[in-house]
């Protein structure tokens, strides 16, 4: 039985987070029916009773297919790759291709992810909290901390290989890309001198195609008015 003609599965997102982009675009990509109902963190709807129910710990993203009900952008992502008929090269069903991806997302969860929201939280955050720009010198460390990551994605995963796990785009290069776009809301462009990672981005771009920009709006907008006060 095909999988797409099951009632439509429930994704609950918020676009400026970036696991949330990550499946918005994989769902679009691979053409999975799905319904979006969007949670606006900055209103605090994830704290509504009716949410808090469906995710005890009030964060975005949720899924929900049917009755079945998960939390967790790694888990959801996986769990559609593997029902749903898309190409094999997302999440791979050979054991050592698999591993590849699930070695990344282990890593991308310690390294890529809090690296470069941390510099998001600065640049962009916590300046809208508080009113006040954040230490310099804080910025600084937190952009050696992301220097060091990218260093890392390009020396230990994408090597001279097209992806971040071979040959073609997978689950690792859509949440890297999503997290690696987010210093973008401030107006940094943390891969212009990383050459290497930016002919990969455009790989992944051009493989995603209008997908990408489309879950990619929220944050182009919020690019756009921080270069408007500058």
Not at 48 to 74: A, C, H, I, R
Request: glycine share 4%; charged share 30%; aromatic share 6%.
């Amino acid at each position: 039985m095909d999988g797409r003609k099951a009632v439509e599965l429930e994704v609950y997102l918020d676009l400026l987070s970036q696991p949330c982009r990550a499946i918005h675009i994989f769902l679009n990509c691979n053409k999975i029916p799905h319904k979006v109902k969007t949670v606006a963190l900055r209103k605090g709807e994830n704290r509504t009773p009716e949410y808090t129910k469906l995710n005890p710990m009030q964060k975005v993203p949720v899924m929900v297919d049917n009755d079945f009900v998960l939390t967790e952008s790694d888990a959801i992502l996986k769990y559609l790759a593997t029902k749903y008929d898309v190409p094999g090269n997302w999440y791979p069903r050979h054991p050592e291709r698999r591993a590849r991806v699930d070695e990344y997302t282990a890593w991308h969860h310690t390294n890529t992810r809090p690296h470069a929201a941390k510099v998001f939280l600065m640049e962009v955050l916590l300046p809208q909290m508080t009113g006040q720009p954040t230490d310099p010198l804080k910025v600084e460390r937190a952009l050696a901390d992301l220097s060091d990551t990218l260093e890392k994605l390009e020396n230990m995963f994408l090597k001279r290989q097209p992806f971040l796990c071979g040959d073609d785009i997978s689950l690792a290069d859509l949440l890297a890309v999503c997290e690696l776009m987010q210093p973008l809301g401030g107006g940094r462009d943390i891969l212009k001198d990383h050459p290497k990672m930016l002919s990969w981005k455009s790989r992944v771009q051009s493989a995603l195609g209008d997908s990408f920009d489309e879950a990619h709006r929220v944050l182009y907008s919020l690019r756009d008015r921080s270069k408007a006060k500058l």
